[in-house]
């Protein structure tokens, strides 16, 4: 913060709040450190020493984001109810890529071996799921529906394995297609168009996927198992269910961490060693690639990232900092005792942080950076004006005593407005602002503190025997201050031109009306470091087809109620899928199943007991050639568009039919890739009718007991709780389509909660509590600085009785049940607070408001500026609401305070134009150079979020600095130049020398002549 860098005199009545009881205990504190400056550096050192200890012992680190959210919300409670049961909700996520989709098998089981065989780190391992036990009641999961589809495919199809191998054959296929699409387009049947253009797409994509790649064969057969189980069931009766994509080149792992009697395992240790192991495969294998992604990856690499980029930041704004010190102060012993003193000040934040919250977050990481910006300012006041003192021949003990009386109230002002701008942050909900608030403001708090402790007592030993012209003289800024105090009112209306101008650029006008341009972007993920091995492995997993990291989970009493709610769930336009387990089990009555089942088995028996396909003959290209063309020109000729596709798959397959033949006449080619893959089908279609005989040879109902362990443990807790995991048709990193997702989910179980929800409720509470708590912060900020700018006699008449009527007013709602906004009391109270004092002291009650011109002007600047360059708000930076409000008022004020400490004086400049001291102007340009530095070291950040805090607060500092020595001193200028006004500026409120204002200031006019 900064404070004036005027010559204010000791005793002046009721300058600043509580008149001059503070000044004078400033001054004897002084006094005191000067006298005894080693004791007092030694006690400092102390209890710096204890802060450290204390931080490095015990201070902790909440990485996870539902740690933000309050723990008395009931969001939380179902959170907590779900991981306190499930180890779903912390799982890492390995995602394992090849070409060969037996080597990714393989490499899925080497790495799941080697995970179980450490304990230590990795609980429950999910790699793939052991069917074996219930692989002979596969068809115990399919509904009467699904097994009436699988008996009407049977029937199709087995005449092949009959001995009519004549259906295997690929042309004949497509002439089948072709007959049958010609029907159904004829007939209008628009259910029977789409079933047999799907079949014909699939025998589309499986040919022109095996022309480009031998390895790559997709089966034309429909799946034997229909309905929502047939992927389920086809791996099912594989005998074992990996987790894989539909090419399966893709596998997935699911790792919880361990759990033991001391408590779960650090997800730190966890990720470090999972990856360790990940790349011990990766290199064993050679050809596969692993990567391990997942929420709690992904979390914690964004506070690996942002730790590090804060230490980076950190370290480069305290050198900045200095740098811009030793230019400033022209010298290199005052800027090394106010970095000295910064260091204590962020010392004991920490300290105070791990005594008072015990923890940092994610958001509250950032707070070492704002105390560099902020803390500085106070060294920054204190030494100029110090130097000036001495420069007007005070001696070292005198002028450490003024500067404190003087500078010193301007320092604790904007330290306590800054302080309660941050702590207005703990009235709101959520936990990671409050958290923010609590340790930024104390933050402040102490860094003042240590400027009146440590940093006279620095000075005392540093310039005991250095004579005054031998010290430094900081920059003044003489043109820019003259410039305003000549031209004051070209200066103001070039000045609110500006600030117009650029706010304007925030607002958008429509047909629907006025609006803001600037949005506020909810996309956690964007804030995440992309170049993250979980970022990168999220993207692959996505772009190969993979599952959403995100899902929601409910929660279920019994399986019939699962059931009951995956209905529910699926039935939700905004759910892609539900996956539980009461759904793989019998339930109700099962005679239509065994019916079924049976009717399936009968149908089989049939069959001779080696059925195959026998040799078939290779297609002939040509002929081949001429079927695919007569399936394309029915497609094209139905005039359909929802057949577009199909022929558009076929144009691609004969493009790349046709390149096989070149370079060559005989095509021979084209033959061994037709018959490789014909071959290859009618093998995969006896395949499935062996295992679908296995599948139905039990028509035992699946009990729990033929479920896989793991497979049980995940979904089913020790008190019964049956799971389900909800997956989102669309990305639900995007605030709206996640808005829509849980708002659908709610209507069926108003308790859902999993990742999805927990950021939702987190991008609604952050928005709510950012604006709150600036509310709060401007409406505590306007009482601060009414009660430091009234006359004394007016202060208990303007702040005291607008409080008993909206307190009295709030209890007559309360008691009849109403409820209160408190949001909407504060501004009530200010706003009669505003009215009352305009009436009884309307011009220190002006100047009051004057010092607010610096945050609200630049406020709105900042904001068209961030339109203009298209950089959106976001959960973190955010934090510019209370921050720009801070530093504005402090400037504010420290600019107000010259003025009217310059009238006191006489000393405005020529044409009676308040022109801004040298002290001040030079200390504003500084301290706002240093927090832009301090902030702008942050856009080294590779954390999006931290980056984008940068940007935002060096924008908000410009502007605000722009108001306060460009717009707030001109318009200053204006009112000084009106004699009357110059009058009424001081009359009450600084009056005339009393008595022991003379009594002052005659020693010093003694010393300076000394």
């Known amino acids: 913060m900064s404070a004036s860098g005027t010559d204010r005199r000791p005793d002046r009545g009721s300058a600043h709040a509580g008149g001059p009881v503070l000044p004078d205990a400033l001054r004897t504190i002084t006094a005191a450190v000067a006298a005894a400056p080693k004791v007092v550096l030694l006690l400092v050192l102390m209890v710096t020493g204890a802060s450290v200890g204390l931080t490095l012992c015990y201070l902790g680190f909440h990485s996870e984001r539902g740690d933000l959210i309050d723990p008395r919300a009931p969001t939380r409670a179902h959170w907590d109810a779900y991981t306190a049961r499930f180890d779903d909700g912390n799982d890492f996520v390995v995602a394992i890529e090849g070409e060969n989709p037996g080597g990714v098998r393989a490499a899925i089981d080497d790495l799941a071996d080697r995970l179980n065989r450490e304990p230590k780190f990795f609980g429950s391992v999910l790699s793939r799921i052991n069917t074996t036990r219930s692989r002979r009641k596969g068809l115990q999961s399919l509904s009467p529906g699904e097994l009436e589809r699988v008996s009407q495919r049977v ?41 047999v253009a799907g079949r014909a797409e699939r025998l589309a994509d499986g040919l022109a996927a095996h022309v480009a790649n031998p390895n790559d064969f997709r089966s034309p057969w429909p799946s034997l198992v229909g309905g929502d189980n047939a992927a389920t069931m086809a791996r099912q009766l594989e005998g074992a269910t990996y987790f894989l994509n539909d090419a399966g080149t893709l596998g997935l792992i699911r790792v ?41 990856a992904l979390e914690i690499d964004e506070v690996r990232r942002g730790r590090a980029d804060m230490l980076r930041a950190g370290a480069v704004a305290f050198g900045a900092v200095g740098l811009l010190l030793l230019i400033g102060f022209r010298g290199v012993k005052h800027p090394v005792l106010a970095l000295f003193v910064l260091a204590v000040g962020l010392a004991w934040s920490f300290g105070f942080t791990t005594f008072a919250v015990g923890h940092l977050n994610i958001l509250s990481v950032s707070f070492a950076v704002i105390l560099i910006g902020l803390g ?409 600085l009414l009660s430091d700018f009234l006359a004394q006699e007016n202060k208990l008449l303007v702040l005291f009785p607008p409080l008993l009527v909206v307190g009295f007013t709030a209890m007559t709602l309360l008691t009849r049940g109403i409820e209160l906004d408190p949001v909407l009391c504060a501004g009530g109270y200010v706003a009669m607070v505003l009215v009352v004092g305009a009436i009884l002291d309307f011009t220190n009650m002006r100047d009051a408001m004057l010092a607010l011109m610096p945050p609200l002007a630049g406020g709105v600047m900042t904001f068209g500026v961030l339109s203009l360059c298209g950089i959106p708000l976001n959960p973190t930076n955010l934090i510019v609401l209370p921050l720009v409000l801070g530093i504005g008022v402090d400037d504010g004020v420290h600019v107000v305070h010259d003025f009217r400490n310059r009238f006191a004086t006489n000393s405005l400049g020529k044409r009676n134009a308040y022109q801004p001291s040298a002290s001040t102007a030079g200390a504003i340009v500084l301290t706002s150079l240093t927090s832009m530095v301090g902030f702008g070291s942050l856009c080294i950040a590779g954390h999006a979020g931290l980056f984008s805090v940068g940007v935002t607060l060096v924008t908000g500092i410009g502007c605000c600095l722009f108001v306060s020595l460009f717009l707030l001193p001109g318009t200053l200028a204006l009112l000084s130049r009106d004699p009357k006004e110059a009058k009424a500026a001081v009359a009450g409120k600084v009056g005339q020398k009393d008595d022991d204002e003379e009594e002052d200031e005659r020693p010093r006019q003694r010393r300076r002549a000394a």
């Open 376 to 784: 500085i300012d106070f060294g920054i006041h204190y030494l100029a004006r110090y130097l000036q003192h001495r420069a007007e021949g005070l001696s070292l003990e005198d002028a450490l005593c003024e500067t404190s009386a003087g500078v010193g109230v301007g320092i604790t002002t904007a330290a306590v407005t800054t302080a309660l701008a941050f702590f207005c942050a703990t009235f709101t909900r959520f936990l990671g602002v409050a958290e923010l608030g609590i340790i930024a403001g104390g933050g402040v708090l102490l860094c003042a503190l240590a400027t009146f402790l440590c940093l006279p007592a620095l000075i005392a030993l540093a310039d005991e025997h250095v004579p005054a012209k031998r010290l430094p003289k900081p920059m003044g800024f003489g043109w820019l201050r003259t410039g305003t105090s000549r031209f004051p009112a070209i200066v103001t209306v070039l000045g609110f031109a500006a600030v117009i101008g650029i706010g304007l650029q925030a607002v958008q006008v429509d047909q629907h009306g006025a609006g803001s341009k600037l949005h506020f972007d909810h996309n956690l993920l964007a804030l995440r470091p992309g170049d993250a091995e979980s970022a990168d492995g999220r993207a692959r997993l996505r772009e190969a087809g993979g599952p959403s990291l995100l899902y929601a989970v409910a929660m279920a009493d019994s399986a019939e109620e699962a059931r009951e709610l995956a209905v529910k769930f699926e039935a939700l336009p905004t759910v892609a899928r539900v996956e539980d387990l009461a759904r793989r089990l019998p339930g109700g009555d099962r005679s239509e199943t065994t019916r079924g089942i049976s009717q399936v088995r009968g149908q089989l028996a049939s069959l001779p007991r080696n059925a195959g396909v026998g040799e078939l003959p290779a297609p002939r290209p040509s002929d081949f050639g001429r079927r695919t063309d007569m399936l394309r020109k029915v497609a094209l000729d139905s005039g359909r568009a929802d057949l577009k596709p199909l022929a558009a798959k076929l144009d691609r397959f004969a493009d790349s039919f046709e390149k096989l033949s070149e370079g060559e006449s005989t095509g021979h080619k084209q033959v061994v890739a037709l018959d490789r893959y014909q071959t290859r089908a009618a093998g995969e279609l006896v395949r499935e009718f062996r295992e679908l005989s296995i599948a139905s040879s039990d028509s035992t109902p699946l009990g729990l007991g033929d479920i896989p362990t793991v497979l049980r443990k995940r979904y089913i807790s020790e008190d019964g709780k049956w799971l389900l995991q909800i997956f989102p048709k669309q990305d639900v990193w995007e605030f709206a389509p996640l808005g829509r997702f849980v708002s659908d989910l709610r209507t069926v179980d108003p308790e859902v909660t999993g990742t999805p929800v927990q950021n939702f409720e987190a991008g609604r509470q952050i928005m709510h509590s950012y604006r709150s708590a600036a509310l709060y912060a401007l409406a505590i900020v306007s009482l601060v």
């Open 155 to 195: 029937a199709e199809l087995s005449p092949i394995l009959g001995g009519d191998s004549t259906k295997a054959r690929l042309d004949w296929q497509v002439h089948d297609l072709t007959v049958k699409l010609a029907e159904a387009v004829k007939s209008g049947q628009d259910a029977k168009v789409r079933d």
């Open 256 to 296: 919880a961490p361990a759990r033991t009697a001391e408590g779960p395992a650090s997800p730190e240790e966890v990720l470090d060693r999972l990856r360790t192991v990940a790349k011990a495969v990766e290199h064993d294998r050679g050809t596969i690639t692993v990567s391990v992604t997942g929420v709690p």
